[in-house]
């Protein structure tokens, strides 16, 4: 696949969105260090910019051009910086503000992916002002919080004693709490490009259970298996991951999770719209799987930058 403005921004001045206000700013930073050395090796005008609440100064001021959205998580990655950037006229990378916050948001994405028929484990939501539903299956379920990422606040209860201590701990990320049908098998993400699905990669835990932060972002926790073994699955994983990515608008690309029960049953954990590029970075091997080079991912992700919505005038005429 090549992308068809190859090197348009070229000559422009790109800025590498870093840090952020998320419990993800170390692993933005991340990110966003491997993006601006992959543009510079291709001759770009880059500036890593650190985002705080002066993001909108620092953009202003640096004389940014178009922006390489490089955050992970809250303010980030949920349609608030996608928002900021639509006001002040930047084409950026990734998803837009639709997209961007349907997929942050667990329990309204869950809603979507059920009303487009594609299969995603049971939920209810637990949070202040609302009536305690009983739970959606018998023991063991997930417990997440409604809206972080990077696996922070997630927690597995098998015991009914452990669910409340894991209902608080997800409210500490988010006043909104997922509890969720615990899917047992294995754990399978596809990237997405470009409406096509690049490949489908198992990923095993190694000395635990869950995808947890440290197991993530450590190098030697997680065994990787590209292209995963599904056998006649396979196909099918692809499938419903492109599914995904269209039904919550994610924009250019995705990285889709899933599990894989034992009899074959496949279930949608998330979409997320920003996925890491880092050096651990799920997306960037699938890609190289795919025989993209992270060099070229990066300079076609930024070649795809665009600003999302069409300004309408009043007196009639659109203006994008």
Excluded at 122 to 142: F, N, Q, S
Aim: hydrophobic share 40%.
């Amino acid at each position: 696949m090549v992308t068809k403005e190859q090197g348009r921004y070229r000559g422009r001045r790109v800025g590498v969105l870093s840090g952020g206000l998320s419990s993800e700013r170390e692993i933005s930073q991340r990110s966003a260090r491997s993006v601006v050395t992959a543009l510079r090796e291709r001759g770009y005008d880059v500036c890593e910019i650190a985002v705080d609440r002066e993001v909108a100064r620092a953009l202003r001021e640096q004389g940014i051009e178009v922006v390489f959205n490089a955050l992970h998580g809250r303010y980030g990655e949920d349609g608030c910086i996608q928002g900021l950037l639509e006001v002040m006229g930047l084409p950026y990378t990734g998803a837009g503000v639709l997209g961007s916050a349907l997929a942050m948001d667990k329990w309204l994405a869950k809603q979507i992916l059920l009303a487009a028929h594609v299969p995603t484990p049971r939920g209810v939501l637990i949070g202040p002002g609302r009536e305690r539903c009983a739970l959606p299956c018998a023991l063991p379920v997930v417990v997440k919080p409604r809206g972080e990422g990077s696996s922070n606040g997630v927690s597995i209860v098998r015991e009914p004693a452990a669910l409340e201590g894991a209902i608080a701990l997800a409210q500490r990320y988010d006043e909104d709490a997922l509890v969720e049908e615990y899917v047992p098998g294995r754990e399978v993400t596809v990237a997405v490009l470009e409406g096509q699905a690049l490949a489908a990669m198992e990923v095993v835990p190694l000395g635990d259970e869950l995808h947890t932060y440290d197991v993530k972002y450590t190098p030697g926790r997680e065994h990787f298996v590209l292209p995963a073994p599904l056998g006649d699955l396979y196909p099918r994983a692809l499938e419903i991951a492109l599914q995904t990515h269209a039904a919550l608008f994610a924009g250019a690309y995705s990285r889709v999770d899933l599990r894989v029960r034992e009899d074959g049953a496949l279930f949608v954990l998330e979409c997320n719209t920003l996925p890491g590029l880092h050096e651990l970075g799920w997306f960037p091997a699938m890609a190289k799987h795919a025989g993209i080079t992270f060099a070229d991912l990066v300079e076609r992700l930024l070649d795809l930058a665009a600003l999302n919505v069409g300004e309408t005038r009043l007196g009639g005429g659109r203006v994008t």
